[in-house]
């Protein structure tokens, strides 16, 4: 497997990081179609037209999409209903683009022109405020898949230099428990 092949699979694949492949976002079921994998038909997002641009690159034939990844739909994104919000935050980590905003105990609001449609915050949320409307302009094309994928890659920086700094100072924290305790 190459990286250029996977980053040639990748810029075709929507990036809603939605996971209805069965792969934990588009990168990985770009890995997987490199290594031949995975099927070319399991992109929902994509639609057919996106089976139809993974067909040719990889010179397999073409396959409808897989119902047990679910079906073509219009372009979405999540909206949240602001009067049923209770800021419960429970909708923020599963954002793969840091679409969502808001604190806790404060009502939410989707910043609808980072929202890929993933539909991953709807299930999470405990009092169903959250649901996906049909957008306006359909249009997704490469400059928003490409948009997508910086946000999704910020978004995991962000978490690892997070989880970094957590481990630095449970170890400080550590460290002084240790003296502490010799002393």
Not at 19 to 39: T, V
Not at 110 to 116: D, E, K, L, P
Not at 143 to 168: F, I, M, V
Request: proline share 7%; charged share 25%.
């Amino acid at each position: 497997m190459s990286d250029e092949l996977v980053d040639r699979i990748d810029a075709l694949l929507p990036q809603t990081q939605c996971g209805q492949c069965g792969y934990k976002g588009c990168l990985p079921y770009a890995q997987a179609l490199a290594k031949d994998e995975a099927d070319i038909n399991r992109c929902p997002p994509g639609g057919d037209a996106g089976i139809r641009r993974l067909a040719q690159l990889l010179g397999r034939a073409y396959l409808p999409l897989d119902p047990a990844c679910g079906e073509e739909k219009p372009r979405q994104v999540a909206v949240i209903v602001e009067a049923d919000c209770i800021g419960c935050t429970k909708c923020l980590p599963p954002c793969p683009v840091d679409a969502i905003v808001g604190a806790a105990k404060h009502m939410h609001s989707v910043i609808a022109g980072h929202c890929t449609g993933c539909g991953l915050c709807v299930a999470p949320c405990p009092v169903d405020c959250i649901r996906m409307e049909d957008v306006a302009d359909p249009i997704w094309d490469a400059t928003a898949a490409d948009k997508a994928r910086s946000r999704y890659q910020a978004r995991n920086r962000r978490l690892q230099q997070q989880e970094l700094a957590k481990a630095e100072r449970l170890a400080r924290q550590k460290q002084l428990l240790a003296k502490l305790k010799q002393n």
